[in-house]
Antibody
């Protein structure tokens, strides 16, 4: 079945970077956008950006411009989201989702905790 | 950027009752690119409605969506115990995506 499997939880210190992976299976990875959305504890959903695996083209939310990089490895149907210069405000669950203009398949999320 | 506002913030209802959730956009959403998601505690969101009124695969028919332009509604005809959750609307426009702040439906 169609699924997105994300990497495990991370604990990072302020100022560090984190790279979360999202492995797709059950469909043609190249032809659907992969989106990244985060959710801080007790808060709502925040769109971060997307990547088109076939071309590698990216689009980032303005808030994260300069701090986020989305990449992919089509040979293993995996997308990555790297966030740099982490602060405590980046503590959140990070989700990847397949986009069909709406987000029809979601990963289970990766908890990233930023703490000194 | 289109800003989505959801109301009410919290809806307290009993099982079997009807729930009506509102999502209002700061400007018209083209092509009805409006979706609704349900998120239960500790779970990822799941899509319920896309294109303002089309039910996603496997979604029970007690969920329905309506609206166009700037005003959209999600209706749950008879609340089941598993429907008590947070609901988000989301729009796609001009290559940007935004979510509403959510409506929590809790048990009265």
């Amino acid at each position: 079945q169609v699924q997105l499997v994300q990497s495990g939880a991370e604990v990072k210190k302020p100022g560090a970077s984190v790279k979360v992976s999202c492995r797709a299976s059950g469909y043609s990875f190249n032809v659907y956008y992969i989106q990244w959305v985060r959710q801080a504890p007790g808060q709502g959903l925040e769109w971060m950006g997307r990547i088109f695996p076939k071309s590698g083209a990216t689009l980032y939310a303005q808030k994260f411009q300069g701090r986020v990089t989305m990449t992919r490895d089509t040979s293993i149907s995996t997308a990555y989201m790297e966030l740099t210069s982490l602060t405590s405000d980046d503590t959140a669950v990070y989700y990847c989702a397949r986009e069909n203009w709406y987000f029809d398949v979601w990963g289970r999320g990766t908890l990233v905790t930023v703490s000194s | 950027e289109i800003v989505l506002t959801q109301s009410p913030g919290t809806l307290s209802l009993s099982p079997g009752e009807r729930a009506t959730l509102s999502c209002r956009a700061s400007q018209s959403i083209s092509n009805n690119y409006l979706a609704w998601y349900q998120q239960r505690p500790g779970q990822a969101p799941r899509v319920l409605i896309y294109g303002a009124s089309s039910r996603a695969t496997g979604i029970p028919d007690r969920f329905s969506g309506s609206g166009s332009g700037t005003d959209f509604t999600l209706t749950i005809s008879r609340l089941e115990p598993e429907d008590f959750a947070v609901y988000y609307c989301q729009q796609y426009g001009g290559s940007l995506f935004t979510f509403g702040p959510g409506t929590k439906v809790d048990i009265k």
